[in-house]
């Protein structure tokens, strides 16, 4: 609480229990630097998901990975298994791995390894910032890309220089602080769908990311900023479902495509098969690529990436103290285990290359008037 001079009684910070003094992000970027060489993947593999959101790049942007990071070494473990299985598939797929540091949650539960590495309540941010750019830097050395959602607005100054792709949640489409902190962020960013399914929501916070911004934040020495954005042109749609269903048919994909083009932008979305489009169920999800694949491979350019959430062993478990957890096994949201993930990813690429040769032979005057 805080102590005021006079006999005045204390009216702020009432229900505060602590501050506690945060490692500034240049430290930590120091710490644990980029170098050049990883620099160089995050920047080409910025502009390749650019390229194919624009519509420039015919390949499939496959966003896939566990649900959250809770195991460093199970995490780069699995990075270095979708490295070696996707290299000979890059003709087809832009493949960049799902590392998610920061959970948010419908109510309560554990909110991802940033906020509690141990995953015991000891909430050890410094530790955690440190382990999830630790992990970045790991993934990138397997010749992998990263994405990431971004939750806290602080965050990303520890991490996002070594991040391919962001998203926006479905809890935070809406909302004024992510959109100007996307309107800052040196990548490509997806805005989800809201949770109850509303696209609008999502193609009003690309418009308003697009636009500079002032904002309260933070500087690489931590110290309290306001901070000025000149816009981030790089933002998409990311249809996830929502409380009314699934949102990944093609009804709904058309109906998107339309909502985008009257708003004057690409007509090119990704599609997440988990969260409200499989009801949370890995079963489902694999059914759900399978489909979408099959709509890829009939000619459907609007859907320029998919979103899988995949890990070593399929399924999930209660999030728990690391050494009572079984290897390699979503804490959140169930996943597909990893034997099923190599044949979507397969299959993903198999129907790419089946796109392009339908759209050699068939013309699509809604999308050729779309294109440039
Ligand atoms: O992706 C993970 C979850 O869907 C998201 O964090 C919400 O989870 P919850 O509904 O279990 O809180
Ligand atoms: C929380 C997530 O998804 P959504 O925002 O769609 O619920 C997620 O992808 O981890």
């Known amino acids: 609480m805080t102590a005021t001079a006079d006999s005045t009684p204390p009216t702020g910070d009432l229900r505060v229990l602590g501050f506690q003094p945060l490692v500034p992000p240049g430290v930590v970027r120091a710490e644990l630097p980029l170098g050049p060489a990883r620099a160089a993947l995050v920047s080409e593999s910025r502009e390749a998901v650019t390229r194919i959101m624009t519509g420039e790049d015919d390949r499939l942007l496959v966003v896939v990975g566990p649900c959250s990071i809770h195991d460093p070494a199970a995490a780069v473990d699995y990075a270095r298994r979708l490295a070696a299985a996707t290299a ?12 998610y540091f920061e959970k948010p949650r419908t109510t309560l539960g554990w ?3 940033i906020n509690d590495p141990h995953l015991n309540g000891t909430h050890d941010v410094e530790l955690g910032l440190r382990t999830a750019r630790r992990v970045l830097l790991d993934i990138l050395d397997t010749g992998l890309p990263v994405g990431c959602e971004f939750l806290e607005p602080m965050s990303p100054q520890y991490i996002a220089d070594a991040v391919s792709w962001g998203a926006i949640g479905a809890r935070t489409p809406e909302s004024q ?9 040196s990548m490509p960013v997806g ?4 949770s109850d399914g509303d696209v609008t929501a999502a193609i ?16 690489e020495e931590g110290r309290g900023s306001i901070v000025s954005t000149s816009g981030n042109p790089d933002c998409h749609v990311i249809l996830r479902g929502g409380r009314g269903g699934p949102n990944y048919g093609p009804e709904h994909v058309r109906d998107a495509l ?9 007509e090119h979305l990704v599609i997440d098969a988990s969260h409200a489009n499989s009801g949370k169920d890995h079963v489902r ?11 890829i491979g009939t000619g459907e ?14 399924g999930r478990q209660e999030p728990g103290p690391l050494d009572t957890l079984d290897y390699g096994k979503s804490v959140t949201d169930a996943c597909i285990g990893w034997d099923r993930t190599e044949q979507l990813l397969n299959t993903l690429a198999a129907a790419v290359r089946a796109r392009r040769a339908a759209l050699d032979t068939t013309v699509d005057p809604r999308r050729d008037s779309a294109r440039v």
Request: charged fraction near 25%; hydrophobic fraction near 50%.
């Open 285 to 295: 999800q694999a059914a759900v690529t399978e489909e979408l694949a099959a709509a």
């Open 301 to 314: 350019r609007g859907i320029a990436g998919l979103m899988l959430e995949s890990f070593l062993v399929e």
């Open 191 to 194: 805005f989800k769908n809201s």
């Open 88 to 99: 000979p598939l890059a003709d087809d797929l832009c493949v960049v791995m799902r590392a």
């Open 177 to 185: 602080v992510h959109r100007q902190l996307v309107s800052g962020m």
């Open 258 to 266: 339309a909502l985008l083009h009257k708003a004057d932008r690409p």
């Open 111 to 113: 909110k991802g390894l």
């Open 204 to 219: 009003d916070g690309c418009r308003a990311a697009e636009s500079s911004h002032v904002f309260f934040g933070m500087d």
